[in-house]
């Protein structure tokens, strides 16, 4: 687990780097060398809570939340792949600054967090915060009943915009709250428990016009989903700008 952390720490100064960790996250190093995490999912904890074979971890594990030290933390809802709570607690502890959704309380609490309350911020859409380098906004999306107050996330760093759907339906009546341009775009393609699958995620694409597209929300869990070839042929059909990143690769940009 400690080369995924050295080739994070060891990225050249001086450039913007996007990190894949698996599922839906994310790791971005501004140019002064902060690191900003999103919807980490680094242990088993949803095959152990759901206690079935659809969740079992199918990519390893790559990093441990002991491996590095967070600048800010984003949790984008109270599911535990975008909200570990094997990890989370332990990234908050070393002084990682916690945004999570409004429904994560209930789990905050659970989790015995309120210690660290000074560094928890519950978000909400069109909420906006700067942590260090990176400028936090937040944005709608439509995870359904199972968590109503989920959001998406619009990073700004070193004059790129990077935006992270959070898992939901496809809402273009809400693309309007996406201040343009956008450097990256990162959909779900999974289409499980209300997510966009790799056909909507492409309409999200014609609609926003990114720079680049990197699908997410695949591979990690039998149970839920994602064509990636399909994601691959629409968007190469289309001719619209894409990558598909291996769980820990590196993008600079």
């Given amino acids: 687990m400690l080369d995924f952390a ?8 001086g450039q913007t780097h996007l990190f894949a960790v698996g599922q839906a996250g994310y790791i971005l190093k501004s140019r002064s060398g902060q690191l900003l995490a999103i919807d980490l999912y680094l242990s088993d904890c949803v095959e152990r809570i759901e206690g079935h ?6 990519l390893p594990q790559i990093l441990s939340p002991s491996d590095l030290i967070f600048d800010a933390v984003v949790c984008t809802h109270p599911h535990f792949d975008h909200f570990d709570m094997d990890a989370v607690p332990e990234m908050v502890s070393r002084g990682a600054r916690l945004f999570c959704s409004a429904d994560c309380e209930k789990l905050i609490r659970r989790l015995q967090m309120e210690y660290y309350k000074d560094s928890i911020t519950y978000v909400k859409p069109r909420e906006s915060y700067d942590a260090g380098d990176f400028h936090i906004s937040f944005v709608n999306c439509d995870h359904g009943t199972s968590a109503p107050d989920a959001v998406g996330v619009v990073v700004k760093v070193d004059g790129k915009s990077i ?7 496809l809402r273009l009546d809400r693309a309007g709250e996406i201040h343009w ?14 997510n966009m699958d790799s056909e909507e995620a492409i309409k999200l694409a014609e609609n926003l016009r990114p720079a680049l597209t990197i ?12 064509d990636l070839k399909k994601f691959y042929d629409g968007m190469t059909e289309k001719k619209l700008p894409f990558l598909l990143m291996q769980q820990g690769e590196q993008y600079t940009f």
């Fill in 6 to 13: 050295i080739k994070v720490l060891t990225a050249r100064a």
């Fill in 53 to 58: 074979k659809g969740y079992k971890r199918l």
């Fill in 163 to 169: 935006y992270e759907v959070g898992d939901s339906s």
């Fill in 181 to 194: 341009p956008l450097d990256i775009l990162i959909p779900p393609i999974n289409g499980m428990y209300g």
């Fill in 215 to 226: 699908p997410c929300h695949y591979g990690m869990f039998a149970s839920h989903g994602g």
